[in-house]
């Protein structure tokens, strides 16, 4: 853990504070260089509307934090590679195929998903995984 792990994971929960979703709200930071790249929340594609949830069910088109993240940095034109990735929950497994595709090289979480196959996944590709805890 570096001394900046904590202080971006409390960014990150902040920035999931502007998720539309009822059920769970995720919020990511990508950093690179000790400068956030990119951000992203959990929430519905740019121009859909903004419920996530249809009769306490999350709709499938409901983009995760870090799918957001890492999306809105390529089209940012910058790289990821070697980039941290902080998310308030550890990611799914379909978001850790992006991260890793995207050249990240370290995740920081700080809840538990309820599946665990998407940590198994990173750990398997290299990629550092560490769960830090905050207030």
Not at 48 to 61: H, I, S
């Given at each position: 853990m570096n001394k900046f792990d904590e202080k971006y994971i409390r960014m990150a929960k902040i920035w999931a504070t502007n998720s539309y979703c009822k059920r769970r709200q995720v919020g990511a930071l990508i950093v690179k260089d000790k400068m956030i790249i990119s951000d992203g929340y959990n929430g519905t594609p740019s121009g859909?509307?903004?419920?996530?949830?249809?009769?306490?069910?999350?709709?499938?088109?409901v983009l995760h934090a870090e799918a957001n993240a890492i999306?809105?940095?390529a089209?940012?034109?910058?790289?990821?590679?070697?980039?941290?990735?902080?998310?308030?929950?550890?990611?799914?497994?379909?978001?850790?195929?992006?991260?890793?595709?995207?050249?990240?090289?370290?995740?920081?979480?700080?809840?538990?998903?309820?599946?665990?196959?998407?940590?198994?996944?990173?750990?398997?590709?290299?990629?550092?995984?560490e769960k830090v805890e905050t207030e």
């Open positions: 859909f509307e903004n419920d996530c949830e249809e009769d306490n069910v999350t709709k499938p088109y999306t809105k940095v089209k940012s034109g910058n790289s990821s590679e070697g980039a941290t990735l902080y998310v308030t929950a550890s990611p799914c497994i379909e978001c850790s195929k992006l991260i890793i595709q995207a050249g990240i090289r370290r995740v920081v979480y700080s809840e538990e998903y309820r599946l665990d196959d998407g940590l198994k996944l990173l750990k398997r590709a290299g990629v550092e995984v």
